[in-house]
């Protein structure tokens, strides 16, 4: 692996051609766009749920009146689709959680239920089913507001914080991002509070809906559901006999258990739902509204905010050490010349180094802190695809200043152990926790956002691979054999691999045939080749890829959607890592991505391409459209450059 001393050594600079000048044109771009501390940071875009929860917390905050609720209705306004609803990604059909909070606040801030578009939203929603069929947290909020009876919420019993981590039901079995979501709204569920309306909000006309339509469950989901349905009936029978003796100690573990995680952190967990919860959790435990622990909560979700003016939107978080390590990179491929920019990427990158230990420690005793987070703040929580993306920059960095150096090779070293540490038992890796696969607890009643493990991804295991060869870390080494035996493993007949944080099959498969080509793998193998075919077979006719989120809902609409830079960007990588560069379908690709980059050398995505929780919540990162085009051009320019000639521009 060459590295690059102030990056100024490798790629080799080659003449200029169109491909050449459209990598100079979007690293210019990328470089005007970083921050004075070395970081990238592009906005992260969520569903109007953000905006209808933000509107719902100032209400219950007694600040409806503060200019920014009007600002976040009227993004809310804009983004109703024509026919009624609301989707939870571009291009995508009406949801039914996302469409009743939006339909409730537009009702809360005084919109005439009769205008036609909240008739047409209405139509909508209660061909949705309704607010029976919306999920747990959104029943939770409306029964906040008086809208749905809490007795008719499922149980999120705070007594779940006293749970030795050993028991099968330990909130240490579940996902790093469902336990600040869990804990915080325990505390809410434990206090039932009531914040009135007026009655001109009332939305009674959402629930004579029609149930949703039952679907057959495979015989171990039944059996895990009826289970988990009789513990949460116990649960609420006890609730209303009042029969909860360790209520008090419960109560004061959990909010012990969130001061312990606000620190160096940009809010619990550094995520919009957590920040949220935790506010209506200090208050529901009696915490003043001046109160300077509350303020700092709800002062963290104001930094979520952009107004632009006109609206005001909320992004679920910062997202500006994965920008900065993805955008540093794609200088890097670009060519010498970056060198004071990408060694203050290097510093940024290094002071946001976690050192010391988190949630994950409990499944990995004894192991020293390392790794990355994706925000700005979040100590508690280093995940393995940041930390990887950041190792593969800076594996391929030498900085001049001695310390800067040495602080580089201890970060490397200590990033290096705590990864190995974090490979789960099949041998891939998730994002936040190590063997987080206890399946049965997806079937927990208040499980149904789609995120309650983390198990081993794809995705993330194909980046990691990438990591340890940037490292030098032998083929050979054990932990590198067991990653590319899991992948081998879950490839799909047709070629592909899934990708749990990006969309979808497109991401994933792009970044396994990396992580493999990293490792020693030989992708003219024809296993590796119908992945390639597979990417071939899936251009769409302007030249692109696009894969919209719908393939998580079903699978057989894998690859389908509309062209985006950013999934072009990664089909073409699929293609170079299977030795395809000068193939007839790259060349069409690269034409693609020439025809659309803006005359500011950027691109940008029209849908969304990155994903939270699938089939629940997506994302569009703003960078996504162009760190990943000069990525791929940078790379496919160079590996051309050294094939023989063939078909392409």
């Not at 501390?37 to 600040?63: C, K, P, Q, V």
């Not at 001046?290 to 963290?300: S, T």
């Not at 940037?470 to 054990?478: D, E, F, I, S, T």
């Not at 929780?613 to 994302?619: A, E, G, Q, S, T």
């Amino acid at each position: 692996m060459a590295t690059t001393a102030c990056a100024e050594a490798e790629p080799e600079h080659r003449p200029q051609s169109p491909i050449a000048e459209a990598i100079g044109a979007a690293r210019r771009y990328l470089l005007s766009v970083q921050d004075t501390e070395g970081a990238w940071n592009g906005e992260l875009e969520g569903d109007t749920g953000l905006e209808s929860e933000f509107i719902l917390t100032m209400h219950f905050l007694g600040r409806a009146d503060d200019p920014r609720v009007g600002k976040a209705a009227e993004y809310v306004r804009r983004r109703q689709l024509p026919e009624g609803g609301w989707a939870v990604y571009a291009g995508g059909p009406p949801e039914v959680s996302s469409s009743v909070k939006a339909y409730f606040v537009l009702k809360l801030l005084g919109d005439d239920p009769e205008a036609p578009q909240m008739v047409r939203a209405r139509r909508r929603i209660l061909e949705l089913g309704g607010i029976e069929a919306c999920n747990t947290f959104t029943r939770i909020y409306l029964a906040i507001f008086g809208q749905y009876p809490w007795s008719r919420c499922p149980a999120v019993p705070p007594e779940l914080v006293l749970l030795p981590s050993w028991t099968p039901f330990s909130l240490y079995h579940i996902s790093s991002w469902s336990r600040a979501i869990v804990v915080p709204l325990s505390i809410v569920w434990a206090s039932r509070p009531v914040c009135a309306v007026p009655g001109h909000a009332d939305i009674a006309e959402l629930r004579a809906a029609r149930r949703p339509a039952h679907r057959e469950r495979p015989p171990r989901e039944r059996l895990w559901r009826a289970f988990f349905g009789l513990c949460d009936q116990a649960l609420r029978l006890a609730e209303r006999l009042r029969l909860r003796p360790l209520r008090r100690r419960a109560l004061l573990a959990a909010e012990a258990w969130i001061h312990a995680r606000l620190r160096k952190s940009d809010g619990l967990g550094a995520i919009f739902p957590p920040i949220v919860y935790t506010i209506l959790a200090f208050r529901c435990l009696g915490y003043d509204p001046d109160d300077p622990r509350l303020v700092a909560q709800v002062d963290e979700l104001f930094r979520l905010g952009i107004d632009d003016g006109g609206t005001y939107r909320l992004q679920p978080c910062f997202s500006v050490v994965w920008d900065t390590a993805l955008a540093a990179r794609a200088v890097w491929e670009s060519g010498p010349g970056a060198g004071p920019a990408l060694e203050r990427a290097a510093r940024f990158l290094l002071d946001h180094e976690v050192r010391e230990p988190g949630d994950w420690s409990l499944a990995c005793p004894g192991v020293p802190p390392g790794g990355w987070y994706f925000e700005y703040e979040n100590e508690f929580y280093p995940d393995s695809d940041d930390t990887g993306e950041v190792v593969a920059l800076l594996a391929r960095l030498r900085l001049r200043d001695p310390a800067d150096e040495r602080r580089r090779k201890a970060a490397l070293e200590r990033a290096l152990a705590w990864e190995l540490a974090m490979q789960n038992r099949d041998g891939g890796w998730g994002a936040f926790d190590k063997d987080c696969d206890r399946e049965y607890l997806t079937f927990v009643p208040f499980a149904d956002h789609n995120a309650m493990i983390d198990p081993s991804c794809e995705d993330v295991t194909g980046r990691l691979l990438e990591a340890f060869a940037a490292l030098g870390v032998p083929r050979h080494h054990p932990s590198v054999r067991r990653a590319v035996a899991y992948l081998r493993r879950m490839q799909q007949p047709d070629g592909t691999w899934y990708g749990r944080w990006g969309c979808n099959y497109v991401y994933g498969t792009s970044l396994a045939l990396a992580g493999l080509q990293a490792a020693g793998e030989d992708l003219r193998e024809p296993r590796y080749q119908r992945a390639a075919d597979w990417l071939e077979a899936r251009q769409n006719p302007d030249g692109g890829w696009g894969e919209l989120a719908r393939s998580y809902d079903d699978p057989a609409r894998k690859g389908e959607g509309p062209s985006t830079p950013s999934q072009t960007a990664w089909a073409l990588a699929g293609l170079a890592a299977c030795g395809r560069s000068r193939s007839a379908a790259a060349g069409r690709g690269i034409l693609y991505l020439l025809d659309r980059q803006r005359p500011d050398g950027s691109w940008s995505d029209d849908c969304w391409t990155g994903t939270g929780f699938p089939k629940v919540f997506y994302l569009r990162y703003h960078l996504y459209a162009t760190y990943f085009p000069l990525r791929a051009l940078a790379v496919l320019e160079r590996e051309r450059g050294a094939q023989p000639e063939g078909p392409g521009p």
